[in-house]
Antibody
Framework: EVELVESGGGLVQPGRSLRLSCAAS????????MHWVRQAPGKGLEWVSG????????GYADSVKGRFTISRDNAKNSLHLQMSSLRAEDTAFYYC?????????????WGQGTLVTVSS | SSELTQDPAVSVALGQTVRITCQGD??????ASWYQQRPRQAPVLVFY???NRPSGIPDRFSGSSAGSTASLTITGAQAEDEADYYC??????????FGGGTKLTVL
């Protein structure tokens, strides 16, 4: 069974950095693209970033480009999101999601999310 | 436009059919995926591509597409279908966007 467990969320001051991690199990991690999707409390879903199976293709939403960096460690079955220059509008639940394939850009399995709160 | 537009709210009587729509220029080139999100739960993929329903999703969920509009149809809506529904699609670089979401109420 696919399991995705996010960690690293918490309260952080504006302008500071935070690193999220996602531990994956139940599937062959290096066969699939992965994504980060966020949801501000009471708001809709926003795709943040995606990474191909071999890290050869990476994309970011315009709202985070230049501030966030996605990475993966296939040896450790883990996905990461390094967030810097955080803003109040980055406050959200951050979900790690497994793609349908190595390239489909369809998130199919989701973790339960980790809450990031950016506030002074 | 790079955006996907959904009606904020739709209602349906129990057992009736409801269509949730998603509009956007990128849908002329790429299929939409559809997600169901119940309160305080992670999203669940319910339909994707031309005609694909993930394992475990009831066959009352179906999708269609015409021009710049994609639709998710629930035939015979059940009480447990009450949720938020989001469409999603990609662009040529693989970047994605979600629609604003539709809150479905089953009366």
């Amino acid at each position: 069974e696919v399991e995705l467990v996010e960690s690293g969320g918490g309260l952080v001051q504006p302008g500071r950095s935070l690193r999220l991690s996602c531990a994956a199990s139940g599937f062959t991690f290096n066969d699939y693209a992965m994504h980060w999707v966020r949801q501000a409390p009471g708001k809709g879903l926003e795709w943040v970033s995606g990474i191909s199976w071999n890290s050869g293709s990476i994309g970011y939403a315009d709202s985070v480009k230049g501030r966030f960096t996605i990475s993966r460690d296939n040896a450790k079955n883990s996905l990461h999101l390094q967030m810097s220059s955080l803003r109040a509008e980055d406050t959200a639940f951050y979900y790690c999601a497994k793609d349908l394939s190595s390239t489909s850009s369809i998130p199919v399995n989701w973790g339960q999310g980790t809450l990031v709160t950016v506030s002074s | 436009s790079s955006e996907l537009t959904q009606d904020p709210a739709v209602s349906v009587a129990l057992g009736q059919t409801v269509r949730i729509t998603c509009q956007g220029d990128r849908l002329r080139s790429y299929y939409a995926s559809w997600y169901q999100q119940r309160p305080r739960q992670a999203p669940v993929l319910v339909f994707y591509a031309r005609n694909n329903r993930p394992s475990g999703i009831p066959d009352r969920f179906s999708g269609s597409s015409a021009g710049s509009t994609a639709s998710l149809t629930i035939t015979g809506a059940q009480a447990e279908d009450e949720a938020d529904y989001y469409c999603n699609s990609r662009d040529t670089s693989g970047n994605q966007v979600f629609g604003g979401g539709t809150k479905l109420t089953v009366l």
